[in-house]
């Protein structure tokens, strides 16, 4: 098996997850296809922090590994897309991203003010040894704000402006050049960032493209097949 591809789900999803619409014509090209269930599916709530999301992550990559793949590509869809990007920023040992429909900007929900409140409320939470207790904390997705029982040190993690899970210094600390398809979906009332946001700040590669897809945040993954498979089969691995 030449390669194989990690399936990394968005946010507040549930299976069958909208990602798992590439596994079935990912495997008949040829590809060893795993699909884990991450901390920000809807019936998990952020149960695990994002660094121990990443472990899991850099776990399924080494069961490639081991299972014979040489190349091993992340593919994300909206918040798993930002996990794929800081897997391979913060842990290293893959050969190319997938990000469908790109999602959860933690520096981009601060500076609107939507998680203002909440961070506070749960720094104050940790800081006074309080930060195991799920809490009421605001989570946003696609523009809707929910309040979640989260715990305030894993809420920190996945919603702290400078944290782990930030796409500008995710971006900055890649050390490699590595191929990237960008997906961003174009539908009426989408506010996807452009391609200077995120993109740019990334190490160059002559394999990388950034195109907008006719579809909604949900169906990115399903409109987006031919052209992910596409692109894999033209890497010149």
């Known amino acids: 098996m030449s390669c194989g591809v990690v399936l990394l789900h968005g ?82 040992h893959v050969d190319g991203l997938v990000l469908l429909a790109p999602g959860h900007f933690p520096e981009r929900l601060a500076a609107d003010g939507h998680t203002t409140a909440s961070l506070a409320n749960a720094a104050h ?29 894993h809420y920190l993690g996945y919603f702290a402006p400078d944290g782990p899970a930030a796409w500008p210094g995710n971006c900055q600390r890649l050390s490699t050049a590595l191929p990237m398809l960008w997906l961003v979906e174009d539908a009426p009332g989408t506010a996807a960032p452009g391609i200077d946001y995120a993109f740019r700040q990334v190490p160059p590669h ?5 195109r907008r897809v006719t579809a909604t945040h949900h169906d990115t993954p399903a409109s987006s097949t031919a052209i992910v498979i596409d692109w894999l089969t033209q890497l010149d691995w």
């Open 11 to 92: 946010k507040w999803d549930a299976p069958p997850f909208a990602i798992a619409a590439l596994a079935d014509p990912l495997a008949e090209a040829g590809y060893l296809v795993r699909q884990p269930m991450l901390p920000w599916a809807l019936r998990r709530r952020y149960d695990a922090p994002f660094d121990a999301a990443l472990d899991q992550i850099a776990g399924e990559v080494l069961a490639l590994r081991e299972a014979g793949c040489r190349r091993i590509v992340l593919c994300g869809h909206s918040l798993g897309a930002g996990a794929a990007l800081a897997t391979a920023a913060r842990r290293g």
């Open 206 to 210: 002559p394999a990388s493209q950034w």
């Open 125 to 153: 939470a940790v800081a006074n040894g309080r930060g195991q207790a799920r809490v009421p904390l605001v989570d946003v997705h696609q523009g809707q704000p929910r309040r979640l029982r989260i715990r305030p040190d």
